[in-house]
């Protein structure tokens, strides 16, 4: 059997369980110790004979429960990445405070897991009783195409700050892996793919009929905004990022709005969301007509789905969207100075709740025997017409074309989950990228498509 690359740690006298064509990573035993935990004829006498049988057995019994994990397909867990010292690995991957994960590199893991022991958050409640997701028997080879190289997902994770990645199908991990000591009972935030999240709850309201229509304004549902250009605003065009209210969204720059908006938010400005929302009042263009995306955009919908349901958007979540699913574990979303949930990003869950809304999403809206999202809205919301703003972007969602029925949640620093409905089948995750990286995007998308070619075809739709 080959052995996927898993690191359990080694050092200076280590040698290899594997050997060389495991990977980049590789299972390590004491020195004097071969691939099959016998003494390799280095001398060693008295005391120090008995304490080495000691670490031996100890070293050999955890590369062993690796190998086991390798073949079982159980989730494979490591305390390193790249550049595991730049982001923290000596101190213990600090979360350090607030915003300092901007510029400090160390701070990025512990503050993507940890975030919403950073800034006030709500809990999002969970199912009493989790749908199980069954376990693939040992991970499948995932081997793809990149600048004439066959890459393995090995040597992905070698080449990015992956904190979580997770690929599954219909109800099923085929693989689970984390990195930079992550593990599978800490909640990864999103960044903007809690905008998708958005864009499903406002299809439920409107199914239940607490929102009337997707051409209303948002100021039917948000007092608040009355008069202004987003309180004039059709919820579509809000969705779809085609306000057509100037927003600059620009994450180098700290006299950018998305700026203001987050520090007005996050850092818990007097009034939050609705105090901040009539600062951004240009209109440049009709509603529907010109995409620009917007975190102030998924703010509105927010204060909108406040509104229109009569509870906080963490509980409206709760009750429509992760129990429903039978998610394992509770998740939060962190909240503004009023405590309305910040809308635009920061929701926070366990990787395989995420897999869990990936493979509702891939099932039409349906999961483990129930409807959760409409149907006809998913479909609508994942299909780009000639009227679209954007062939790119659906509601709240990003979108494929050239891929198929394919489309995407994703978060400014390497969040993800990738859709595939044909084949049912999703790819979870989370990273802590400096900012937006178009060339990563790139390979993990060469990736993606490989994986689509290279196991199962497709699965028709309920």
């Known amino acids: 059997m080959r052995v996927p690359r898993t690191s359990i740690g080694g050092g200076r006298g280590a040698r290899s369980l594997a050997g060389p064509a495991c990977g980049s990573t590789r299972l390590r035993l004491p020195a004097g110790v071969d691939g099959r935990g016998r003494s390799t004829g280095m001398a060693v006498s008295g005391r120090v004979r008995a304490r080495g049988a000691a670490v031996t057995a100890l070293a050999l019994a955890v590369a062993l429960a690796a190998l086991s994990a390798v073949a079982s397909g159980e989730p494979r867990f490591r305390p390193d990445g790249p550049d595991a010292e730049a982001f923290g690995r000596s101190q213990g991957y600090p979360p350090c405070q607030g915003l300092d994960y901007v510029r400090e590199q160390r701070c990025r893991i512990g503050a993507f897991s940890q975030f919403d022991t950073l800034y006030p958050a709500r809990t999002v409640k969970a199912s009493g009783a989790p749908v199980p997701l069954a376990r693939a028997p040992s991970e499948p080879p995932v081997v793809y195409a990149l600048e004439g190289q066959r890459l393995t997902l090995d040597q992905y994770l070698e080449r990015h700050p992956v904190t979580g990645l997770l690929i599954a199908q219909g109800d099923t991990i085929l693989a689970e892996r984390y990195q930079y000591g992550r593990n599978d009972t800490q909640r990864l935030t999103s960044f903007s793919m809690a905008k998708t999240i958005v864009g499903l709850l406002i299809g439920v309201a409107l199914e239940e009929g607490a929102i009337r229509s997707v051409d209303d304004p948002a100021e039917a549902y948000v007092p608040g905004l009355t008069g202004t250009e987003y309180g004039r605003t059709p919820i579509r065009a809000l969705l779809q990022m085609a306000s057509g209210v100037a927003f600059r969204e620009v994450y180098t720059d700290m006299q950018s709005d998305i700026a203001t908006l987050a520090l007005a938010t996050l850092g818990q400005a007097p009034g939050g969301s609705l105090a ?54 509770d998740a939060t979303w962190c909240i503004d100075a009023s405590g309305q949930e910040i809308t635009f990003a920061y929701y926070n869950a366990v990787l395989r709740d995420w897999a869990r809304l990936g493979l509702m999403l891939a099932a039409d809206g349906a999961w483990a025997g129930r409807r959760i999202v409409p149907r006809a809205w998913l479909r609508e919301a994942t299909t780009s017409t000639p009227q679209s703003p954007s062939p790119g972007y659906g509601y709240h969602v990003w979108l494929h074309p050239s891929a198929g029925r394919s489309f995407s949640l994703r978060g400014l620093r390497g969040q993800v989950v990738l859709v595939d409905p044909d084949r049912r089948r999703v790819l979870v995750q989370t990273a802590a990228r400096a900012g937006m990286d178009r060339v990563a995007d790139q390979e993990l998308f060469a990736l993606w498509l490989a994986l689509r070619a290279q196991q199962g075809g497709a699965r028709p739709s309920p």
């Open 276 to 329: 901040v929302l009539p600062r951004f009042n240009t209109r440049q263009a009709p509603p529907g007509q010109r995409f620009s995306y917007s975190s102030a955009e998924s703010t509105v919908l927010g204060l909108v789905l406040a509104g229109a349901t009569r509870r906080t958007v963490s509980d409206h979540a709760s009750a429509k969207l992760w129990q429903p699913l039978g998610a394992e574990a």
